[in-house]
């Protein structure tokens, strides 16, 4: 990470629920704004929500998501959905760095926001993607864009064009959903 990065968190944390088994009544804790440090997505996956999407494709950007991995080049869109261990591997020294991929990332209303003017769409890109991306059978009306990943180690950089070594996956079907 670059020297001037800063973690957001809150001293005393704030109730988690989204994820978490229905059998477990308590309510989680996480200090992270966004439940997890990091959160991957990829291109092929943003350029099919602004295919199915075009009305409001003219302020979505991948920034109203907020990313701090971007994938490319994956086999096809919300191929990270089924992402479970990874690393990310130097191509010049070789050198890999371990991640694990928790949850699918719930997406709340900043993403009706339109960046450029500061103005809220009512009907915005929320009510869009849940008319077509319920994936989570924990949170069947909600929308999902990217994955909260921890990573394991600290003190490096990731830089542009390394590459993903993926090592395991959480299942082998993710084209079909039961929510309609």
Known sequence: MPKDTV???SKNGKPCTC???EKIK???RTFFQ??????ICSIESFNKIKEMHPKVSHYLTLQTFRPNLILKNVERPFYED???RFDIVNTTTGSRHAFNVFLK???CTITNVNVETGTMDEVGILKKLASWRRVDECNPYYSFFGMYTINHEAGYTVKSGEVIDLLSKKCKITDVTPFK
Request: aromatic share 14%.
């Open 26 to 28: 308590k309510r989680r």
């Open 82 to 84: 089924m992402f479970d």
């Open 105 to 107: 990332c719930p997406n």
């Open 7 to 9: 973690l957001l968190c």
């Open 34 to 39: 966004d439940y997890y440090p990091l959160m």
């Open 19 to 21: 994820g978490s088994p």
